[in-house]
């Protein structure tokens, strides 16, 4: 079947082998996820021609050397696998628009994950992440960005100055600071619920484009007069398309 480009394999407990990565080299969207896989075969960079691999729900904790050479790669999903660092071989794919690490057991991201040009969505909600990189600032086209239910403790300020960054997600982390992020001129939606933040950022809701702000269950003390007006103000914008959580 030389001209099948999409191949989806998921919950089939299949085998992959060297000999089955040879015949999927024309193949553009991988999908094997739930297979339970502990490895992969040392030739996987042998998919020249993949763009989108889904390797979600499996049991992988790191990725050999080959791994490095799907040069062609644009969106690599590791949802719920086992990677406790972040593999070195990812850093040399500068092609990726998207990377899914969702329920992993990453401690930590290494300075190069701020080298991916044309990045546009980075998933690393439910880890056990301390701090995201300076060196994410350098992702100038990145508009989703999510870490959610991680142990963050600062919300970065290079965030504020970001001007292609549409959703953020930071709920359930123990997050102090919110600074000015009405300066974003792309910013839609953001969640910062469950965190120890201890100011309402009003200047949000003034932002023009926004449509949701979820900042419940955080540390800000409200006057009764403050939670009128925010009562007020946020039922005005839900008449617009902008939904507010408090």
């Not at 040879?22 to 030739?43: G, Q, V, Y």
């Not at 999903?77 to 990377?99: M, T």
């Not at 980075?122 to 880890?127: A, G, R, T």
Request: hydrophobic share 40%; no cysteine; net charge positive.
């Amino acid at each position: 079947m030389d001209s099948l480009k999409e191949l989806n394999l998921s919950g089939t407990n299949i085998k992959l082998t060297k000999r089955a990565v040879k015949r999927l080299s024309r193949i553009e969207t991988l999908i094997l996820a739930s297979n339970k896989f502990e490895n992969l075969p040392e030739n996987i960079g042998k998919l020249q021609g993949v763009r989108k691999l889904n390797l979600a729900k499996n049991n992988l904790s790191e990725l050999p050397a080959s791994f490095g050479h799907l040069s062609e790669l644009e969106h690599i999903i590791f949802y719920q696998n086992e990677f406790k660092e972040f593999p070195k071989e990812i850093l040399a794919l500068k092609k990726l628009q998207e990377i899914d690490f969702y329920y992993n057991q990453l401690s930590s991201l290494p300075p190069g994950i701020g080298n991916f040009p044309v990045l546009k969505q980075l998933f690393l909600s439910y880890n056990q992440l301390t701090i995201l990189p300076d060196t994410l600032r350098n992702l100038n086209e990145l508009t989703y960005l999510f870490a959610h239910n991680n142990k963050l403790s600062v919300f970065p300020e290079w965030i504020g100055k970001h001007q292609k960054l549409q959703r953020i997600g930071l709920s359930k982390n123990s997050i102090i600071n919110l600074p000015d992020l009405s300066g974003m001129s792309s910013l839609t939606d953001l969640d910062v619920q469950n965190n120890l933040i201890d100011r309402v950022p009003w200047e949000l809701l003034e932002k023009e484009g926004m449509k949701l702000l979820l900042i419940r269950n955080n540390n800000y003390l409200l006057s009764e007069k403050d939670r009128d007006d925010l009562k007020n103000i946020s039922t005005s914008l839900e008449a617009k398309g902008f939904f507010i959580s408090y």
